[in-house]
């Protein structure tokens, strides 16, 4: 996973193009049981990188492209957190 590479993508980004950054970087995480943690520290990733360029409601549009409720969401990024 290369942040750098995103660096200018998000700021003034409809919400389509958002969506479908978040997917593209969503895409990047492993989905193997035995890389579950790295994938959690994927989506606190992704999360910091929206709430820091000032992205509106970005637990919202991760939850919502995960397709997982907000307090799901919560959780995993609690987890991460650890």
Known sequence: MSPQSYDDEVPGMDADQ???YVQARLAELPYRPEDAEVRLRGLLAIYEELNARG??????L?????GIPV??????LRAAQR
């Open 18 to 20: 958002a969506r479908r």
């Open 62 to 66: 991760l939850a919502g492209v995960l």
């Open 71 to 76: 307090d799901i969401l919560i959780r995993h």
């Open 55 to 60: 992205y509106p409601e970005p637990m919202i």
